[in-house]
């Protein structure tokens, strides 16, 4: 009988321990946030560094397989960086509301991102400068659209 109540009151701290836990993430956002916003500036100064390159008459195939290949792999994580709690009501962010009050847009905005990030990606690692061009404006497309919908204006 002692047996299962030492289970119990364990299986009681484990739970309060966690849901301290996740009071404590949800009470700061910040971080997150932070590590959100350094995340959109890295895939801005891959596609910025891309666009760069092409502009060249001989553009580095290395520079734009690097630009390409950080661009992929970071969209792919976006959805992970919008955690509930970490909004407009927790702090300063450019998020808006929209990415939570409507997920599923949010979600289907992302995926069309993901998309043209990944053929972005594929068209950078061909090592072709034509079809990287040819890939730009899907890509470029996809970020102006989440931002219009789901990203405050700039203030500047």
């Known amino acids: 009988m002692a047996m299962k109540w030492m289970s119990r009151a364990a299986l009681a701290v484990v739970l309060a321990s966690a849901a301290v836990a996740t009071v404590a ?4 956002p910040t971080p997150i946030q932070q590590a959100r916003r350094g ?3 890295e ?6 560094a891309a666009r760069e390159e092409l502009a060249k008459p001989a553009p580095s195939a290395a520079v734009l397989q690097a630009s390409g290949k950080t661009i992929d792999e970071l969209v792919a994580q976006i959805p992970s960086w919008f955690p509930a709690g970490s909004g ?5 962010t450019e998020a808006l509301p929209a990415i939570w009050q409507k997920p599923d847009e949010f979600k289907a ?9 990944h ?3 594929v068209a950078t690692q061909s090592g ?26 700039d203030e500047h």
Do not use: M, R, W
């Not at 895939?43 to 910025?48: E, Y």
């Not at 497309?141 to 219009?148: D, L, M, R, T």
């Open 25 to 28: 993430v949800a009470a700061d």
């Open 39 to 41: 995340h959109f500036k």
């Open 43 to 48: 895939i801005n100064k891959a596609f910025k």
């Open 88 to 92: 407009p009501e927790s702090g300063k």
């Open 109 to 117: 905005a992302v995926a069309k991102a993901t998309t043209a990030a």
């Open 119 to 121: 053929a972005f990606n």
């Open 128 to 153: 072709n400068a034509e079809a990287v061009k040819a890939a730009v404006p899907a890509l470029g497309g996809s970020c102006k659209n989440c931002h219009e919908n789901f990203k405050a204006k």
